[in-house]
């Protein structure tokens, strides 16, 4: 991408919601899709995928969800990789990628159903320092998992990702063993990422007992642990902005709960964007030999 408009992408504010998720999906995912009850909004991992990556590179979901990463990126002439632990959801992800295919997209996809912390044990050797770009999104509580379909009756399930007795699925651990899975899962992809590569992951806030659950600092620490380096801390709104104005798309629970708490004297508020942090693989591997160690700050040279 030419350096103009790659810095023009990278915005801090991603206009990311001027359609509705199901305006952005149709016809372009398989109506199966709408069961998952955490799915990225396609032009989050869009916008994702042109500002941090060229045609031809290698774009990596390890928690690929029904494949919205993979399906954009192909879009876009990357080649795509996904994991996911659900079969339900894996199969969902395959389905769209064939969809993708059929629809002309000149991009090679797969998907992997496996436990993303074992990533390395998953995945060709060969892959070791061949991704230019991680796009994921961490599972967060079953507390936001609510469905409302809007069709001749209102339709509102409790839609989870399994019965939750599997901890495998990060879903269903607490806060703690949410960040302790995410950063192992984190550091094998800091293996698969090219030097210089960057992994981007957003994190919708998350209200427990009605109190912002802080997910995004737990997210900054699990890339730390796993060897990254933060870059920059992005919005991706979840509302369309209409003449300089947000107009807020809340589901019917999330306004449920809002109109509750205030009917209670707190003022909440909708939330109306997840947060995108983004993370560097360093250029070069720390030097982990005994002898000749010199720190960027001794060099003169800025070596690195
Ligand atoms: C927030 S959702 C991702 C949704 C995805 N971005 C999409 O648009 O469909 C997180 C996904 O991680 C999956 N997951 C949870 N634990 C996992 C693990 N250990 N390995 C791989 N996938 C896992 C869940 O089943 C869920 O589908």
Redo the contacts with the bound molecule.
């Keep these: 991408m030419h350096a103009a408009a790659a810095a023009a992408a990278r915005l801090s504010v991603w206009a990311t919601a001027q359609r509705t998720g199901p305006v952005q999906r149709r016809g372009r995912y398989v109506p199966d899709?709408t069961a998952?009850?955490?799915?990225?909004l396609p032009a989050i991992?869009a916008h994702a995928i042109d500002a941090y990556t060229d045609p031809g590179d290698l774009v990596l979901?390890?928690?690929?969800?029904?494949?919205?990463?993979l399906v954009e990126a192909v879009h876009a002439g990357r080649d795509a990789l996904g994991?996911?632990?659900?079969s339900r959801?894996s199969d969902i992800?395959d389905a769209n990628l064939r969809h993708a295919r059929e629809q002309g997209a000149p991009g090679r996809g797969g998907v992997i159903r496996?436990?993303?912390?074992a990533l390395l044990s998953l995945v060709p050797a060969a892959l070791a320092g061949q991704v230019a770009l991680v796009?994921?999104?961490?599972?967060?509580g079953p507390t936001v998992h609510g469905h409302v379909a809007v069709g001749d009756e209102l339709d509102i399930r409790d839609n989870r990702?399994?019965d939750g007795t599997d901890k495998?699925?990060?879903?269903y651990r607490d806060l703690t063993g949410l960040a302790d899975?995410f950063a192992e899962?984190l550091r094998g992809c800091a293996v698969l990422l090219r030097p210089g590569g960057t992994v981007v992951v957003?994190a919708r806030p998350w209200r427990k007992r009605g109190e912002l659950v802080d997910l995004p600092s737990a997210v900054i620490g699990a890339g730390i642990r796993a060897g990254l380096v933060p870059t920059e801390r992005c919005v991706a709104l979840l509302t369309a902005v209409r003449d300089g104005q947000l107009v807020a798309r809340p589901s019917f629970f999330q306004l449920q709960s809002v109109r509750r708490a205030r009917a209670a004297g707190t003022p909440m508020h909708l939330i109306a964007h997840e947060d995108v942090l983004i993370f560097a693989k360093p250029d070069a591997a720390p030097n982990d030999g005994d002898g000749d160690r010199t720190s960027a700050s001794d060099d003169p040279g800025g070596r690195r």
């Design positions: 899709s998952h009850p955490a799915r990225m991992a979901d390890p928690m690929c969800g029904i494949g919205t990463t994991i996911e632990y659900e959801w992800a496996g436990d993303a912390t796009v994921t999104s961490p599972p967060y990702y399994n495998g699925n990060l879903a899975g899962i957003t």
